[in-house]
């Protein structure tokens, strides 16, 4: 069971904090990621978090702007946003898994999402 938090509307260039609030697993042994799904569009992973190492990869659109975190004693997941663009408005999902994937299919849990609007 995941839980975002943290969306909202925010102007170009402003900042937003995600969190995912992850209960019924073993939070340390996942990998926690972030998908996001604009309208019309595919939806592309964001950012992704090994269980161990503290290993991430970010999709080059994002890079140098987002940050992804976690806090195991929390079971708690965050994506930092900053620098903020329209073309970023989407739907953000959080997802924990065993493995990377780059298909969101291939992740064992799901949250419900939660919408991000960059205004220009």
């Known amino acids: 069971h995941l839980v975002e938090s943290g969306g909202g509307l925010v102007h170009a260039g402003g900042s937003l904090r995600l969190s995912c609030a992850a209960s019924?697993?073993?939070?340390?042994?996942?990998?926690m990621g972030w998908f996001r799904q604009a309208p019309g569009k595919e939806r592309e992973e964001v950012s992704c978090?090994?269980?161990?190492?503290?290993?991430?990869y970010y999709a080059d659109s994002v890079k140098g702007r987002f940050t992804i975190s976690r806090d195991n004693a929390k079971n708690t997941v965050y994506l930092q946003m900053n620098g903020l663009k329209p073309e970023d408005t989407a739907v953000y999902y959080c997802?924990?898994?065993?493995?990377?994937?780059?298909?969101?299919?291939?992740?064992?849990?799901w949250g419900q999402g939660t919408q991000v609007t960059v205004s220009s």
């Open positions: 019924g697993l073993s939070f340390e042994h996942y990998y």
């Open positions: 997802v924990a898994g065993l493995m990377f994937s780059r298909s969101i299919d291939d992740y064992e849990f």
């Open positions: 978090i090994d269980s161990n190492y503290g290993r991430t």
